[in-house]
Structures are given as C-alpha cells and as structure tokens.
C-alpha cells in the first residue's frame, strides 16, 4: 500500500513537469487555448510569487518557504507512513506533496512557477488567476490531510481511551489479588 502513495506523489510531480515542459513549448505569454469544450483555457503565466502571485518580488523568501514547508510535508508524509498513519492522511499527502515537489523544483530550476489553466467563466476575477495541476493537487491534498488528521486524532483518542481502561482494570484486579493475601 505504501507503494501506492509514493506512486501517486511520484506520479503527480513527473505528470505536472511534463505539462509545465510542454506548455512552455507549445504557448506564447498572452496566447489562449480553449479547451474541454471551452470550460478551460490554456494559457502561459510565470509566478515568481506563492498561490496568486503573493510575495512576486520576494522570490527568494517565497522559495525559502516553499522549501520549508515541503520539508515538513515531507516529514510528515514518512511519519504517516508508520503503523498509526491512516489511508486518508497518506493519500492527501501524497497529493499534496506531489504538488509541492513540482512547484518547489520549478522555483529552483527557473526561479517562476509555470502556471497554465483558467476557468473559462464570465466573472473576471476567477477568469484572470492561473493555475497548474499541482496547485489543485496541493488544494485537494491539503483538504484531505486536514480530514485524515481529524479522523487519525479519534483514532488515537479511542486508543488512548482503551490502555487507560485496561490499566484501571488490571490496577484495580491487583488491589483485589493482594488483599485477598
């Protein structure tokens, strides 16, 4: 099963670099493709910022961070792959960090993140932002890992629950045994 999230993690980052080589290739900045029936539109926009261009002139610090909390990601990730880490919370950092590997690497080798997806809608706001497959992965991933790490918390509650009721039993059968001496 392991294999399956590192697969996924290692999939999305392969998958997203190829789509970001590809449309360095296949655009110009400015250029519109539409595509999935119009739904979509493809076009070529570099982020030297983080999600929605915060920090774009800031890039060293923006790519610091990144490496940072992908770090984190990281240890997490290992950590979740333990006896105690559940499905959930792997699959969403699998995800997450699949898209973090991608966007982080792109920092590092071009100083931008190759951004190259818009929603084809009429309100212009959502239609300006541009995004890239591991930026829907990091969204997905993160909302995942926030409900594997709710549903692993129960988990552990419930465990915790159960040694501390098993040690008032067997504390309380030792009292019984000795005064029965």
């Keep these: 099963m392991i294999n399956f999230f590192v697969s996924l993690l290692v999939g999305i980052f392969m998958g997203d670099n190829y789509l970001k080589e590809r449309m360095e290739r296949q655009l110009t900045p400015g ?3 539409e595509i999935c029936g119009g739904r979509l539109l493809l076009r070529m926009h ?9 920090g774009g002139k800031k ?26 880490g559940s499905n959930l919370l792997r699959a969403g950092l699998s995800l997450l960090l699949g898209g973090a590997f991608s966007n982080t690497y792109d920092r590092l080798k071009r100083q931008y993140v190759t951004d ?14 541009v995004f890239n497959v591991s930026d829907f992965c ?6 995942l890992s926030a409900l594997g790490l709710k549903q692993q918390g129960r988990k552990l509650r419930k465990m915790v629950e159960k040694r501390k009721k098993r040690r ?6 030792g009292k ?6």
């Design 31 to 33: 250029e519109e493709q």
């Design 116 to 129: 190259y997806v818009s929603f084809n809608v009429k309100w212009k706001p959502l239609r300006r932002l």
């Design 176 to 181: 019984k045994h000795n005064k029965a001496y």
């Design 46 to 54: 570099h982020n030297p910022g983080a999600m929605l261009g915060l």
């Design 59 to 84: 890039g060293i610090v923006v790519t610091t961070l990144a490496l940072a909390l992908t770090v984190i990601a990281a240890l997490a990730f290992i950590l979740s792959l333990g006896i105690y």
């Design 138 to 143: 990091i969204i997905l991933g993160a909302m």
């Design 168 to 173: 008032e039993v067997s504390k309380t059968a």
